[in-house]
């Protein structure tokens, strides 16, 4: 195996898969079915979704509703609300699937890797040492340990007061 190469077999279906008719990060927030589209959370000017083909367990974006094709589009408004729900992010994810880091950033142009090249997104990662391991390399599997639903269903449910 060639330690130069990111190997993500599971992509396949990414790739393969009928792509809908229109852009996903306008659609799905227009919508309303947040549950169906994976939508966790709206701000004022951006929303956060889980990814449908994940990476790894918790990986979810942040886009800006308007339709902005790169970074040096986004209005000031727009990319501190970005970074904001960001760090939410991050504190929920820390709080419910502990990783031991993140890949956090941006895949702008088709050339850098960007599914929908069309619509500035930002991947929030989550990482566990290890988490590369001989599954995807020897058997073509992926293994993402909770379902898309049961990771929506958490990162939406309020955390619990703590009791005094």
């Not at 790739?15 to 309303?32: A, V």
């Not at 992010?89 to 850098?112: M, S, T």
């Not at 001989?134 to 340990?145: D, L, R, W």
């Amino acid at each position: 195996m060639n330690p130069d190469r990111l190997w993500a077999p599971w992509r396949k279906k990414f790739i393969t898969h009928k792509k809908p008719s229109g852009c996903i990060f306008c659609l799905k927030p227009r919508s309303r079915r947040d549950r169906q589209n994976l939508v966790l959370e709206r701000g004022r000017r951006v929303f956060s979704m889980l990814n449908l083909y994940p990476y790894n367990n918790g990986h979810l974006m942040i886009a800006p509703y308007r339709h902005v094709r790169s970074v040096t589009g986004l209005t000031a408004e727009e990319t501190a609300e970005v970074f904001s729900m960001m760090k939410d992010a991050v504190r929920r994810l820390d709080r419910l699937v502990r990783p031991h880091g993140y890949n956090i950033g941006f895949n702008i142009g088709r050339a850098a890797g960007a599914g929908y090249d069309g619509h500035a997104h930002l991947h929030v990662v989550p990482r566990w040492n290890g988490d590369t391991n001989f599954m995807p390399v020897a058997g073509g599997t992926k293994v993402i340990s909770e379902s898309l639903d049961e990771m929506w269903r958490a990162l939406t449910t309020p955390p619990k007061k703590a009791r005094r």
